[in-house]
């Protein structure tokens, strides 16, 4: 099974940081969208279906709450997982995008354990379909 993750970030560095974290982890089989804030988010979702959206807190035109609050507006998108990933720590603020509607909050820096941890706490576990013991596929006896 492939996962869709959008990940959403008006940071291009940050966005290749959080897909090759996810990528280290071992997640899984994943394709990755991505977009630089919550209304380019949006667009993506008008035409792709996520099984789970990472999003940067801080961003320009739409953060990361006010994605969240859209997406709960839509019957279509509302159940989406959303994960916050952010610089900012403090309880009040996880609180917050708790309250909103996240699904989970992981701080920057992160580690792919951290991650993968999470990842499957919202999406269980995904069997990484490009390494499967039981494929003979690409062998030539």
Not at 23 to 47: C, H, P, R, Y
Request: glycine letters at 8%; one cysteine or more.
């Amino acid at each position: 099974m492939t996962v869709n993750i959008l990940v959403v970030d008006d940071s291009l560095p940050m966005r290749s940081v959080i897909i090759k974290t996810i990528k280290a982890s071992g997640f899984g089989t994943v394709n990755f969208f991505q977009a630089a804030n919550g209304i380019e988010a949006l667009d993506v979702l008008q035409n792709e279906w996520m099984d789970l959206i990472v999003t940067d807190y801080n961003m320009p035109d739409m953060d990361g709450i006010q994605l969240i609050s859209e997406l709960k507006k839509d019957d279509g998108l509302h159940s989406i997982p959303v994960i916050v990933v952010t610089t900012e720590g403090s309880q009040q603020r996880v609180e917050e995008f708790m309250e909103k509607g996240a699904a989970g909050y992981i701080r920057k820096p992160f580690k792919p354990e951290e991650i993968k941890v999470l990842l499957i706490q919202l999406l269980g576990e995904i069997p990484d379909e490009q390494c499967t013991e039981d494929s003979d596929d690409g062998l030539d006896f």
